[in-house]
């Protein structure tokens, strides 16, 4: 569609997901749009070196693409840090941030996607009600903030961002359905995922669930915005504001032309 809005594909991965998941994956991206823009966030193990072998593998896949761009990181980094980099790191403001454990049951998932960012209209929105696959406009993820670079692990920085987007635009964050996309979130094998790390009911970072209550609390005058309050049934309030991490992003936006 040649007046369709151009996005990148934002994908976070790791050495355990590689072969089963991701090179899967970027080949099906590949085949079906070969030319678009992906930016891979490449993370490391927490107290673990990082793999050598892995590095060269997946650098050397990679480069068999056109248009694909890692960024390493040499040690655990948290899904915040890492989104906000690759984020930073696009050429076009919308983008389509997926998880590196789904599958793209077919093509008609392509011009799925451009429907959606006409009906969206510039805002961002999940797809099929999850944020395994999630469209972001760069612009309005700067305007909220950015993901919150203090929640170290994984986990919550999803509800958290849901809640302060709302907050912004005083409006629910969009869920667009009817993608063919399959996620493999129930098949993950959660011992290889936040290695070194504690945990919080086997799946997610205790350390970004002890942040998030500390964060906001529970108030009868707080707001019910999204996957947090529990489909509305939980007010909050945010006690603790995301500091802006990039203040100089949309500086660089205005003026880049100028150089």
Partial sequence: MSNSTPYSIVIVTFVKRYEKYFKPLIKQIKNAKPDIEIIVGINGEHKELFNQQYRKDILAFLSEYNNVYPIMFTEHRSLSKIWNSCLINCTNDMVLRIDDDITIADNSFWPAVDQALSMADGDCFKINGSWSHTVLNRKQINEVGWFDERLLGGGEE???????????????????????????????????????????????????????????????????HGIMCENGTRKLICVDPTPNQYPSEAFYWRNKDNL
């Fill in 158 to 224: 999803d509800g958290d961002m849901e809640w302060r987007w709302s907050e912004q635009y005083h409006k629910p964050f969009r869920d667009i359905r009817g993608f063919p996309i399959i996620n493999h979130w129930n098949d993950v094998d959660f011992d290889e995922c936040l290695v070194n790390m504690k945990k919080c009911n086997g799946k997610r970072s205790m350390f970004n669930k002890v942040f998030i209550l500390k964060k906001y609390h529970e108030s009868p005058g707080g707001a019910a």
